[in-house]
């Protein structure tokens, strides 16, 4: 089982007992610390997806120490122009054990997988009472199909745009590009 959660401000994919170094915590050492904000949860079988997070999941951890990383040297230069400056840093860390998962709030994929659904009904809810005033609007697509020709044509390659073109009878397409013969077609 793994997990997708947001730890002092980054994502991390945790698996229970892995150990992770995150920004330094204002917790104690020893002491444990509940993080809420899983993004996804995986057992292996099902994968729930939150919208943004997932309700009730939480993942719970125990603060082992707190660190230094290692040191990283900051350079800038600007070529002939003399100016050099060097600084550094050793980042503020604490490491984390990875103590239980808990996937008590896994509802929320529920949510979200019959959300699409639940808009297409309330399309064809609106459809059905107002289908008299709807019926006027579908003529406009059929008028639409001329342009439904050119989204062909611009899938189409440039061997069978000359094909088409010469099936049409347009002459000169030998130097004509791609855009060219779109738009001698289209006419």
């Known amino acids: 089982m793994y997990a997708i959660v947001e730890i002092a401000g980054q994502q991390f994919k945790v698996v229970q007992d892995q150990k992770l170094f995150v920004h330094r915590l204002a917790d104690k050492e020893g002491s444990k610390v509940s993080f809420d904000k899983v993004f ?6 099902k ?6 997070a997932i309700t009730g999941a939480s993942v719970e951890a125990k603060v082992v120490s707190h660190l230094k990383g290692d040191k990283v040297i ?5 070529r002939r122009k003399g100016y050099r400056v060097k600084n550094g840093h050793r980042q ?3 490491e984390l054990v990875i103590e239980k998962i808990q996937a008590t709030g896994s509802k929320a994929t529920k949510a979200v997988e019959p959300s699409a659904p639940k808009t297409e009904t309330k399309a064809a809810a609106k459809t059905t009472p107002a289908a008299k005033k709807e019926a006027p609007k579908k003529a406009a697509p ?4 001329p342009k439904a020709d050119k989204k062909d044509f611009a899938s189409m390659t440039v061997a069978q745009l000359k094909e ?6 347009i002459e000169g ?3 004509m590009k791609k ?5 001698a077609l289209s006419k």
């Open 164 to 169: 088409a073109a010469t099936a049409k009878g």
């Open 142 to 145: 059929k008028k639409a199909a």
């Open 40 to 45: 996804l949860l995986d057992d292996g079988k």
């Open 173 to 175: 397409i030998s130097g």
């Open 179 to 183: 855009a060219d013969l779109i738009a």
């Open 47 to 52: 994968v729930s997806i939150g919208a943004p």
């Open 92 to 94: 503020a860390l604490t």
């Open 74 to 78: 900051v350079f800038k230069k600007k």
